[in-house]
């Protein structure tokens, strides 16, 4: 089965998808993308992340190319041309290519990217377990909840927690807790699940927004408010929320256990819930 990939209105194997080296979104970052994955091969709340990818095309002036049911369309061909058992849906909105200057060009065609793989859904031992994460300094711009191809400062991330040996890194601005590199992280206080409010230091994840919603659903308090670094260590559970990872516990954090330092009941429930929606 081959990785597809869509690119300006046609389908190619994705090893013959190029762009040009003057696109805007090579030279300056000027894009916005998503991440969408299938369960039993339908795409998993599309609709959010489609109105979310218009967001953050209307925040940086980007034309969006495609109404909701074109995408929609699109992107249920991709995965029907992959043909596989689950996939990763990648999609890229760039303002296009132009001779290489800072202010918009005034006639640039957008280009528009969508590559389809294979997914391998998290381990379910790594699930029982949980995770380890390191906590950085969050050294990314002002506006998180745009989400831009502009990535370098989460490639640093990453590539911090890839060498330290642990799974995320736990990002930190002004002694609060923000999110992690590649996830939006939780904790659980008193029952209560904790998480950084909506706003522009964060980028609301999708999976974040539908675990929040069953928890309050299912009788579990939610408080959307800073949580204090220092706060970390006394926290009964620390989770991790994403469309790749879907619900995930934090059982150390640099190499400190988190409660019993093994997943806790409510991440349990959270993930239980989620499982559920997915199936």
Known sequence: MPDVAYLNGRFMPLAEATV????????????????IRTYRGQPFELEAHLARLERSAKALELPQPYSHSQWTHYVLEGIKR?????????????????PRDHAFPENATTTVVMTIREFHALNEEI???????IVIDDIRWGRCDIKSVNLLANVLARQQAKQAGVFE???????????????NVMAV??????TAPEGPLILSGVTRAVVLELARKDGI?????????????????VLLTGTTVEVVGVVKVDGKAIGTGRPGPITQRLATLLKRVTG
């Open 169 to 183: 890194t736990i990002l930190v601005k002004d002694g609060h807790v923000t999110e992690g590199a590649v996830s």
């Open 127 to 133: 699930k029982g377990i949980g995770v380890s994460a």
């Open 221 to 237: 308090p939610v408080q959307e408010r800073a949580i204090p670094q220092a706060d970390l260590f006394s926290v009964d559970e």
């Open 82 to 98: 992959a043909a596989y058992p689950e996939a990763k849906i990648y999609l890229q909105i760039t303002r296009g290519p132009a």
């Open 189 to 194: 206080k008193g029952g209560a699940v904790v």
């Open 20 to 35: 040009s080296v003057e696109d805007r979104g090579f030279q300056f970052g000027d894009g916005v993308y998503e991440v």
